[in-house]
């Protein structure tokens, strides 16, 4: 069993306190919605650890690299320039979890 790598720059959160609330029915529903093995930019994706459960984000994605080959572009985050993504995934968050949540820029090595 091989492990693939992606890279991720989204805007979003971390999701474990209210997956952890779902029951499996719902958590599969979830995941039938947002998670994706590839995605676009400006995709809403569900991001799950699921070799150390260390982590759940939920987000938008602003840029990404599929196999982690090439790296991340040179990135820089301007409040500005992204309120537009920020409003969205705000709105799907609470529309999700019936929360407001402050979505955080993330920067993670995603392995699957």
């Known amino acids: 069993m091989g492990m693939d ?12 306190n209210y997956l952890n609330t779902m029951s499996e029915e ?5 995941d039938e919605k947002y998670f994706r093995r590839t995605c676009d ?7 799950p650890d699921n ?4 982590y759940d984000f939920f987000g938008i994605v ?15 985050y301007r409040e500005k320039d992204y ?6 995934i705000s709105k ?4 999700e ?7 955080n820029l993330i920067v993670l090595t995603h392995w699957t």
């Open 5 to 16: 790598r992606s890279d991720y720059i989204i805007i979003g959160c971390d999701i474990s």
């Open 26 to 30: 719902e958590k599969d529903d979830f």
């Open 41 to 47: 930019i400006g995709d809403v994706v569900h991001l």
């Open 51 to 54: 070799y150390s459960g260390k």
């Open 62 to 76: 602003l840029d990404f690299d599929p196999d982690g080959f090439e790296g991340l572009k040179p990135f820089i």
């Open 83 to 88: 309120s537009e993504q920020h409003a969205k």
């Open 92 to 95: 799907v968050i609470q529309d």
């Open 97 to 103: 979890f019936g929360e407001i949540l402050e979505p």
